[in-house]
């Protein structure tokens, strides 16, 4: 079975630093791009960027480019995402997700579809 | 930036009713956008792709449609499990993936 599993839950004091990983399995880890997703409490979804673990190539979307790190082990299959200074504006729920592979639909390339999600890691940080 | 709205952000239905919900671009994005639903306290599931295609094991009452600017989702006829919130996703502008704000479907 093709899965993502995250972390589990942490609850962490203002300007603590953080590392929460999201582990793939049944498939190749290392040939897919994966994304993460913020979901602040009872928001929606907020795109933060992708890493290749096969080398670590990182893509930031600009609202969170220098506030978070990505980075992955291709050893292992672990993607990471990590804070080096928590603020209390970083509580929520974090997913990462899988990037299908390219495929050709109606002659076009379709590369942005996020078909495998883990079960998201909830981060809270509070004094 | 690609911005992405989609309207109405909540509705009320009744089980087997027929439901549209609709995604707009700020830009043309082609047929590139998906539709993932999420249901109370769970991780998003793609649910269609490419603007049209079901993904794999997904209801066929479940339907995509458009290009373009103009999206929509359509649930043929509402089921219990499908009380949820949707959100559309571009996947034009790499890498820059951005969701709609969401629309929540409840129960009349």
């Known amino acids: 079975e093709v899965q993502l599993v995250q972390s589990g839950a942490e609850v962490k004091k203002p300007g603590e630093s953080l590392k929460i990983s999201c582990k793939g399995s049944?498939?190749?880890?290392?040939?897919?791009?994966i994304g993460w997703v913020r979901q602040m409490p009872g928001k929606g979804l907020e795109w933060m960027g992708l890493?290749?673990?096969?080398?670590?190539?990182?893509r930031y979307s600009p609202s969170f480019q220098g506030q978070v790190t990505f980075s992955a082990d291709k050893s292992i299959g672990t993607a990471y995402l990590q804070w080096s200074s928590l603020k209390a504006s970083d509580t929520a729920m974090y997913y990462c997700?899988?990037?299908?592979?390219?495929?050709?639909?109606?002659?076009?390339?379709?590369?942005?579809?996020?078909?495998?999600w883990g079960q998201g890691t909830m981060v809270t940080v509070s004094s | 930036d690609v911005q992405m709205t989609q309207s109405p952000s909540s509705l009320s239905a009744s089980l087997g009713d027929r439901v549209t919900i609709t995604c707009r671009a700020s830009?043309?994005?082609?047929?590139?956008l998906n539709w993932y639903q999420q249901q109370p306290g769970k991780a998003p599931k793609l649910l269609i792709f490419?603007?049209?295609t079901l993904q794999s094991g997904v209801s066929s009452r479940f339907s995509g449609s458009g290009s373009g600017t103009h999206f929509t989702l359509t649930i043929s006829s509402l089921q219990p499990e499908d009380f949820a919130t949707y959100y559309c996703?571009?996947?034009?502008?790499?890498?820059?993936?951005?969701f709609g704000p969401g629309t929540k479907v409840e129960i009349k």
């Open positions: 997700a899988r990037r299908a592979a390219l495929t050709m639909v109606r002659g076009l390339i379709i590369f942005g579809t996020f078909d495998v």
């Open positions: 830009q043309s994005i082609s047929s590139h």
């Open positions: 049944g498939y190749n880890s290392s040939s897919h791009w």
């Open positions: 890493i290749y673990p096969g080398d670590s190539d990182t």
């Open positions: 996703q571009q996947s034009y502008i790499t890498p820059l993936f951005t």
């Open positions: 490419a603007a049209s």
